[in-house]
């Protein structure tokens, strides 16, 4: 398995950007899926989007309309997500995980690796 660790998380203000980082260390990332899922008090976990590691393809749930990006450092092993135009319901802790083969799919029982998570908190 590979360990994964989130961070960039903060309290920030409607129409705030702020960038999450996930490391990996274990493991290189190769035919790996990575993916960012989010959990707000009360709610289910949901898929926010992924990337396809060996290609960079990525993939985001409709929610996100295009405010957020993932992207990739292979050398570092570090997953990103960028998030723009921040909203009050953006608010939630944010989770990283992989599986270590297929594409990116948004069911998080599929995920066999799991960082601690990183708090954002958007006021507004």
């Known amino acids: 398995q590979v360990q994964l660790v989130e961070s960039g998380g903060g309290l920030v203000q409607a129409g705030d950007s702020l960038r999450l980082s996930c490391a990996a260390s274990?493991?290189?990332?190769?035919?790996?899926?990575v993916a960012w899922f989010r959990q707000a008090p009360g709610k289910e976990r949901e898929f926010v989007g992924g990337?396809?590691?060996?290609?960079?393809?990525?993939y985001y749930a409709s929610s996100i309309k295009g405010r957020f990006t993932i992207s990739r450092d292979s050398a570092k092993n570090t997953l990103f997500l960028q998030m723009n135009s921040l909203q009050a319901d953006d608010t939630a802790v944010y989770y990283c995980?992989?599986?270590?083969?297929?594409?990116?799919?948004?069911?998080?029982?599929?995920?066999?690796?799991w960082g601690q998570g990183t708090q954002v908190t958007v006021s507004s």
């Open positions: 990337i396809t590691w060996i290609d960079g393809s990525t």
């Open positions: 274990g493991r290189t990332f190769s035919r790996h899926a």
């Open positions: 995980a992989a599986r270590s083969s297929g594409t990116v799919v948004a069911g998080r029982l599929f995920y066999d690796s």
